[in-house]
């Protein structure tokens, strides 16, 4: 089913909120199939965001992308990708909505504290980006009949 790549930035680090940021997921009912704490390479950074590359803040967000440790996730559900970007917010934090990620916890687009997936085929571009072919966990969800008829 559909999986969608979130990842908690490097300011969303340094500022400690790292639970607030994955409480909002879990909380929605979606199923974290995978999670990791990495240092990301000049590589991976640039592949990630190759679509970006000829913007003229390219550099600046591969060095804000490499200014310290991100956590990488991997939420699965029905329409996860698209619901996973409303609660992120638009991409100026002074523009997402309150209730939003950015809305209530950032104040600058070139810091606004986490990344989703556009797509669902960048969602599963970007899982095996940065899992690097590890894949997702798979596991039975036992309050699935709570969250879906
Ligand atoms: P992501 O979920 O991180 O992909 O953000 P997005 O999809 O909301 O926006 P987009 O893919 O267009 O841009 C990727 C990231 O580049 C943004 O989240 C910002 O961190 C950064 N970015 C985009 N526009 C600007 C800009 O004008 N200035 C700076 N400094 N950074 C920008
Ligand atoms: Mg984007």
Known sequence: SEITYVMIKPDGVQRGLVGEIISRFEKKGFKLVQLKMMKVT?????EHYKDLKDKPFFPDLIGYILSGPVVGMVW???GVVKAARKIIGATNPLEAEPGTIRGDLAVQTGRNVVHGSDSPENGERETALWFSGHGIVEWEAHMKPWLVE
């Open 42 to 46: 000049k590589e991976v950074a640039e």
């Open 76 to 78: 699965e559900g029905q």
